[in-house]
């Protein structure tokens, strides 16, 4: 929520005295609010082991994870399928993320 309490350009009022409730941009705040809401649920929601993208993890997501699994060389120009965690391997904590997900049909 910290987005909504640092747009200064947005309220001209910020930080001064004439920072009232009259003088917020109640309209804006409610549609920020709003978006960052379906911004959480859709990341929420949201399969990490779906990379074929069709909505589900199965064992053609499992086989693409298991190609890159115990790689170690994760990197931007050579990524990795499967480095939730981003420390550049493929290893245990990131099939726990996967495992997580795997089974389910009704991804995004
Ligand atoms: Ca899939
Ligand atoms: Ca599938
Ligand atoms: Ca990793």
Known sequence: ??????YALENPNQHKPSDTLETLNLEFHYQVTRTLVAAVAYL?????????GDKDVDGFDLK????????????LENPCEGDFDGDNNVDTADFAVFSTDFGRTDCP
């Open 1 to 6: 929520m910290f987005i909504i309490e640092d």
């Open 44 to 52: 929420a929601s949201k399969c990490r082991g779906d990379f074929d």
């Open 64 to 75: 693409a994870f298991a190609a890159d699994f115990g790689r170690t060389d994760c990197n």
